[in-house]
T-cell receptor, first 113, second 113 residues
Framework: QQQVKQSPQSLIVQKGGISIINCAYE??????FPWYQQFPGKGPALLIA?????SEKKEGRFTISFNKSAKQFSLHIMDSQPGDSATYFC????????????FGQGTELSVKP | KAGVTQTPRYLIKTRGQQVTLSCSPI?????VSWYQQTPGQGLQFLFE???????NKGNFPGRFSGRQFSNSRSEMNVSTLELGDSALYLC????????????FGQGTRLTVV
């Protein structure tokens, strides 16, 4: 019940294309869903986060879509650029988790020029 | 505003030794969480400290411990190091405990030989 499942494990997208990464969770008490971007040798950087009271949140080229009934959420990167090549992690947390984030396994995104 | 500072960046230790890692959170932030990142297990929560008190603990052996000081700086200690403890140890800073944005440092790369 504590797992967050992320797919795909790796993704190759052409420059200008849309990158889509999906996550699914089981614990219905989760109510905070952030996405992180990590470059080699760096710590994860918070990209965008959503709470279940909205179905979509957009910040620049990054959009989170949230489906509460399906217990799924996804990250869409529009107009993908080579500089977006990184590993992306979804995460989830809930009111009984304190500061604990439960992370997906990560998606290695490569954007080809 | 300065980010999360972790020291040292790299460490090489021998099996059986102990190690102490340090984390200075963002100024004004009072919650510090620690995570272990490995290629096989991904990002796993170790513990969270808020106002010098451990609020939550992950599923790690007692060899892993931590503390937080009155200025919110945190240390984590690993005793009797094992080869499997080789990992990137990440510290995350949040303004308060609970469902708030967490900002990561660059991590400490620990290698146990």
């Amino acid at each position: 019940q504590q797992q967050v499942k992320q797919s795909p494990q790796s993704l190759i997208v052409q420059k200008g294309g849309i990158s889509i990464i999906n996550c699914a969770y089981e614990n219905t008490a989760f109510d905070y869903f952030p996405w992180y971007q990590q470059f080699p040798g760096k710590g994860p950087a918070l990209l965008i986060a959503i709470r279940p009271d909205v179905s979509e949140k957009k910040e620049g080229r990054f959009t989170i879509s949230f489906n509460k009934s399906a217990k799924q959420f996804s990250l869409h990167i529009m107009d993908s650029q080579p500089g977006d090549s990184a590993t992306y992690f979804c995460a989830a947390s809930g009111p009984n988790q304190g500061g604990k984030l439960i992370f997906g396994q990560g998606t290695e995104l490569s954007v080809k020029p | 505003k300065a980010g999360v500072t972790q020291t040292p960046r790299y460490l090489i230790k021998t099996r059986g030794q102990q190690v102490t890692l340090s984390c200075s959170p963002i100024s004004g932030h009072r919650s510090v969480s620690w995570y272990q990142q490995t290629p096989g297990q991904g990002l796993q929560f170790l513990f969270e400290y808020f106002s010098e008190t451990q609020r939550n603990k992950g599923n790690f052996p007692g060899r892993f411990s931590g503390r937080q000081f009155s200025n919110s700086r945190s240390e984590m200690n690993v005793s009797t190091l094992e080869l499997g403890d080789s990992a990137l140890y990440l510290c995350a800073s949040s303004a308060t405990t609970g469902l708030t944005e967490a900002f990561f440092g660059q991590g400490t790369r620990l290698t146990v030989v």
